[in-house]
Nanobody
Framework: HVQLVESGGGSVLAGGSLRLSCFASGVAYSIGCMAWFRQSPGKEREGIASFATEDAFTWYADSVKGRFTISFNNAKNTLYLQMNGLKPEDTAMYYC??????????????????WGQGTQVTVS
């Protein structure tokens, strides 16, 4: 299994920016895709961005496209999510997820077998 630890959440005013980080340890070489999900109280967990480690292909949900940027530093085994132009509706617990090679990528929950503990983002 891969262990994932998120950091970088916090409170910010609307229009502000935050950068989330997710450090992957364990059998990190086996990762085929990493992604960010978020979940608000009473809502389902939704995928917002993913990064395919083999070809650096990225995917974004329409709700964050143009405002958020996902990236991965292979040397540091760290996934990032740069969030600009934050809105109150971005308030949620943000989770990092990892999928093994060959399981796919994107915003569905299906490919992902390892999850971080989450980091809270609050936009007011």
């Amino acid at each position: 299994h891969v262990q994932l630890v998120e950091s970088g959440g916090g409170s910010v005013l609307a229009g502000g920016s935050l950068r989330l980080s997710c450090f992957a340890s364990g059998v990190a070489y086996s990762i085929g895709c990493m992604a960010w999900f978020r979940q608000s109280p009473g809502k389902e967990r939704e995928g917002i961005a993913s990064f395919a480690t083999e070809d650096a292909f990225t995917w974004y949900a329409d709700s964050v496209k143009g405002r958020f940027t996902i990236s991965f530093n292979n040397a540091k085994n760290t996934l990032y999510l740069q969030m600009n132009g934050l809105k109150p509706e971005d308030t949620a617990m943000y989770y990092c997820a990892a999928a093994p090679r060959g399981r796919g990528c994107g915003g569905s929950l299906t490919p992902y077998s390892d999850w971080g503990q989450g980091t809270q983002v609050t936009v007011s």
